[in-house]
């Protein structure tokens, strides 16, 4: 069983940054790709990145430019750097494993990949 940890959240004012670190535990993270994904009030969860096992990353369209993905494979810890915060990136925050490889890049950026889920955590960014 892979446990999956967030951390990180909390208030921030528009503009404002924020950074997310997700543990995880096993001794094949260096294997996975992990994601971050968020969840609003009332909406569907949405993807926002991405981290390949190699490193190669992907954005959705609505975070990229402010966001970076980075990975800590010695420290089992994937994070998440977000920048010039805007309201509506509040959201739960959550983190998850993907243990397959797909060829198609664009399959990270479904929810059905991910095995492993953390609990979320919460970001509120206020006006």
């Known amino acids: 069983q892979v446990q999956v940890v967030e951390s990180g959240g909390g208030l921030v004012q528009a503009g404002g940054s924020l950074k997310f670190s997700c543990a995880v535990s096993?001794?094949?993270?260096?294997?996975?790709?992990m994601g971050w994904f968020r969840q609003a009030p009332g909406k569907e969860r949405e993807f926002v990145a991405a981290i390949s096992s190699g490193g190669t990353t992907f954005y959705a369209g609505s975070v990229k430019g402010r966001s970076a993905i980075s990975r800590d494979n010695a420290q089992n810890t994937v994070y998440l750097q977000m920048n010039s915060l805007k309201p509506e990136d509040t959201a739960v925050y959550y983190c998850?494993?993907?243990?397959?490889?797909?060829?198609?890049?664009?399959?990270?950026?479904?929810?059905?990949?991910?095995?492993?889920w953390g609990q979320g955590t919460q970001v509120t960014v206020s006006s």
């Open positions: 096993g001794r094949s993270f260096s294997t996975y790709t």
């Open positions: 998850a494993a993907a243990l397959e490889k797909y060829s198609n890049p664009s399959a990270y950026y479904g929810r059905g990949v991910y095995n492993y």
